[in-house]
T-cell receptor, first 115, second 114 residues
Framework: NAGVTQTPKFQVLKTGQSMTLQCAQD?????MSWYRQDPGMGLRLIHY???????DQGEVPNGYNVSRSTTEDFPLRLLSAAPSQTSVYFC??????????????FGSGTRLTVV | SQQGEEDPQALSIQEGENATMNCSYK?????LQWYRQNSGRGLVHLIL?????REKHSGRLRVTLDTSKKSSSLLITASRAADTASYFC??????????????FGEGTQLTVNP
């Protein structure tokens, strides 16, 4: 089924470890983004991309890196995991930016725990 | 900082009743979107209203936007138990040259009792 695929669904990291959260979409969407969701904080934008080779920072970019080498993939890298990065991470995409009638398509999320 | 703020934080109603959720924001926007999130799941887009629109309908959903008051409301009519979820408003201040930057509120938890 077409959509946004996030892997893994769950991950436990030790403080200081690094890892990459994967996001892939097969809808030929130009715009992709990463959010984190924390209790009482809503969703906050980490990084976003308006097309292959173009990325920009969102509201909370520190501790995270992104790259966009293809239209389909937008991985999020945690450089040195910290307990403050314990969160649920969502990837979202849309055909255009700003989006059209159908808004953004979200993945099902990655629940990350840093111990 | 959160741009959108939903009110109320929690709402509990009976099946068949209408549910109204409100959202206020602070800065100029290109559009405002409403999303639903079932427990432990991703967000599902419900409706998008542009800054030059005042009202929009989609099935049992009605969204209004008042840019002079920087506020929006989501009305769900004839609610069902399956509508139980968290509802988020998200403001989009982005433009074609800069890219979208969705800013979410903290959400309204809606419980529809059978």
């Amino acid at each position: 089924n077409a959509g946004v695929t996030q892997t893994p669904k769950f991950q436990v990291l030790k403080t200081g470890q690094s890892m990459t959260l994967q996001c892939a979409q097969d809808m030929n969407h130009e715009y992709m983004s990463w959010y984190r969701q924390d209790p009482g904080m809503g969703l906050r934008l980490i990084h976003y991309s308006v097309g292959a080779g173009i990325t920009d920072q969102g509201e909370v970019p520190n501790g995270y890196n992104v790259s966009r080498s293809t239209t389909e993939d937008f991985p999020l890298r945690l450089l040195s995991a910290a307990p403050s990065q314990t969160s649920v991470y969502f990837c979202a995409s849309s055909y255009s930016s700003p989006p059209g009638h159908y808004g953004y398509t979200f993945g099902s999320g990655t629940r990350l725990t840093v111990v | 900082s959160q741009q959108g703020e939903e009110d109320p934080q929690a709402l509990s109603i009976q099946e068949g009743e209408n549910a109204t959720m409100n959202c206020s924001y602070k800065t100029s926007i290109n559009n405002l979107q409403w999303y639903r999130q079932n427990s432990g799941r991703g967000l599902v887009h419900l409706i998008l209203i542009r800054s030059n629109e005042r009202e929009k309908h989609s099935g049992r959903l009605r969204v209004t936007l008042d840019t002079s008051k920087k506020s929006s409301s989501l009305l769900i009519t004839a609610s069902r138990a399956a509508d139980t979820a968290s509802y988020f408003c998200a403001t989009d201040a982005g433009w074609e040259t800069s890219g979208s930057r969705l800013t979410f509120g903290e959400g309204t938890q809606l419980t529809v009792n059978p």
